[in-house]
């Protein structure tokens, strides 16, 4: 069953109200106690219908978040780039670095769907850069873009300089995410994409199919339940994780930030507030 939900609690940092889909850190004594062996730098384990929080560490802490910057770079480009919309294959798309979707063929239009799938599975830099120039004209406008909207949405954390969050300048905290992820996840057409395992999409290459497989631990083993979000990693910011994953009715997601097994933790996490929504105490 959902968790109650209770009065916002201010985060750290300057700037807007809290967003409305951040999660509720006001009320102490959380649910669920749980320790790590190597503890995450930062976490929270909350229903995503209420925001509630069931476990939390540092969940105000300012940190590097590699690749879970895309979710933001996710949402503008749903907003501004309409579902048959194409996106062109720039020069500057394929001087990515680390990793990305490949094969991209320079200068043709590929469909944004496709790209956006490159985006939040495989989690490509490449696709990344080419949405970005698609939605906001150049990777520098579309990034103050980014930075506009985590004002307006009230991100106190969080700042980006890049699309793709590799830049050492994109960071955030748990609280910030997990309202991220509440937005991402109301989307119906992100939602169906970061729950997915893998696809095969029509792609203008030589095979005519793209095959993009997620790099989400709780997809790929298959995680009772599991329905994203996104990965991250780079060394400035070690892995991190946004997971979530819905059971008879509740509907719960973690956030992880610089953990040694985000995976292995995820699961231990959610299995712990999945058994707590079932006791009936929430």
């Known amino acids: 069953m959902p968790l109650p939900s209770v009065g916002p609690a201010p985060l750290a940092g300057t700037g807007t109200a809290p967003s409305p889909l951040a999660p509720r850190l006001a009320e102490r004594g959380d649910p669920v106690r749980l320790r790590f062996e190597h503890e995450p730098s930062a976490g929270l384990l909350f229903d995503l ?32 780039v309409p579902r048959g919309g ?27 769907e496709a790209m956006l799938h490159g985006l939040l599975l ?43 969050g590799l830049s050492p300048g994109d960071h ?30 029509p792609f203008p290459i030589r095979s005519g199919r793209l095959h993009l497989y997620n ?29 979530s994953a819905e059971r008879g009715g509740t509907r719960l997601a973690v956030v992880l930030l610089r953990s040694r097994d985000p995976g292995r933790q995820a699961r231990r996490l959610l299995d712990n507030g999945f058994r707590f929504a079932r006791s009936g105490a929430g």
Not at 125 to 130: P, V
């Open 49 to 80: 219908d209420t925001g509630g929080v069931l476990w939390r560490r540092n969940a105000s802490r300012v940190l590097p978040i590699a690749s879970l910057t895309k979710m933001m770079t996710a949402l503008l480009v749903v907003e501004r």
């Open 172 to 201: 955030s905290c748990a609280a910030d995410l997990a309202a991220l992820a509440r937005a991402v996840l109301r989307v119906p057409r992100l939602a169906r994409i970061v729950g997915r395992r893998s696809a095969v999409l």
């Open 86 to 112: 194409r996106v062109r294959i720039t020069p500057q798309t394929l001087r990515y670095r680390g990793s990305g979707v490949g094969m991209l063929p320079r200068g043709r239009l590929i469909r944004v």
């Open 122 to 164: 495989p989690s490509g830099n490449d696709a990344a850069i080419a949405l970005a120039q698609r939605a906001g004209g150049s990777v520098r406008r579309f990034v103050r873009m980014m930075n506009r909207r985590a004002a307006a949405m009230g991100l106190r954390c969080t700042r980006f300089a890049s699309p793709s």
């Open 215 to 243: 790099t989400n631990p709780l997809l790929r083993e298959r995680y009772r339940g599991a329905t994203g979000i996104k990965t991250g990693y780079t060394i400035a910011a070690g892995r991190c994780l946004v997971a």
